[in-house]
């Protein structure tokens, strides 16, 4: 059974950063690509950026770019996202979702997500 | 970027009723669409991919139509799990972009 379990809720102060994990299993980590998916409170959902486990390829959308840092451990099957100079705007629930297709051409679809960890930027 | 449009915003339907939920792209996306569902603190879930096809154990009561730009998803005979909201998502290129998302209440 397919699984991606993240890591717990994060406080974070004004300027620094935080880290989140998102262990898979149940699959080969590093023949799917890892995406990652922002929702602001009582929001929609915007794409962060994806890695390619296996060779640690990454791409991001143009928002995110300075923001967001997507690592991968193919020893320990954990996808990270490192969210740097929080602001109150990264308050946020932020999700692990497994690229349903093999490889980093399309189609992007997301078959498999993490329950989400609430990242709070808080003085 | 590819620009989502989904419509309406929010709808309510009563039990055993019909919806449809649309969802316009600002440019050809030759059917590379996916429907998701998220319940209130879950995460979403797929439903349904490439405009069409019914993810592994969605009800057939849920399906997907459309090309080119525009695309609908029809949720038949309104069930007390259906009320949720529903995005949309351009799964052709980067930066993969969603719908704003519409909320299914029940009335």
């Known amino acids: 059974e397919v699984q991606l379990q993240q890591s717990g809720p994060e406080v974070g102060r004004p300027g620094s950063s935080v880290k989140i994990s998102c262990k898979a299993s149940?699959?080969?980590?590093?023949?799917?690509?890892m995406n990652w998916v922002k929702q602001s409170p009582g929001q929609g959902l915007e794409w962060i950026g994806w890695i390619d486990p296996e060779y640690g390829s990454t791409d991001y959308a143009e928002k995110f770019k300075k923001k967001a840092t997507l690592t991968a451990d193919t020893s320990s099957s954990t996808a990270y996202i490192q969210l740097s100079s929080l602001t109150s705007e990264d308050t946020a629930t932020y999700f692990c979702a497994r690229k349903g297709t093999m490889g980093i051409t399309e189609p992007y679809y997301f078959d498999y997500w993490g329950q989400g960890v609430m990242v709070t930027v808080s003085s | 970027d590819i620009q989502m449009t989904q419509s309406p915003a929010s709808l309510s339907a009563s039990l055993g009723e019909t919806v449809t939920i649309e969802c316009l792209a600002s440019?050809?996306?030759?059917?590379?669409l996916a429907w998701y569902q998220q319940k209130p603190g879950k995460s979403p879930q797929l439903l349904i991919y490439?405009?069409?096809s019914l993810h592994t154990g969605v009800p057939s009561r849920f399906s997907g139509s459309g090309s080119g730009t525009q695309y609908s998803l029809k949720i038949n005979s309104l069930q007390p799990e259906d009320f949720a909201s529903y995005y949309c998502?351009?799964?052709?290129?980067?930066?993969?972009?969603f719908g704003s998302g519409t909320k299914l209440e029940i009335k």
């Open positions: 490439d405009a069409s």
């Open positions: 440019e050809d996306i030759y059917d590379i």
């Open positions: 998502q351009n799964g052709l290129s980067a930066p993969l972009t």
């Open positions: 149940g699959y080969t980590f590093t023949d799917y690509v």
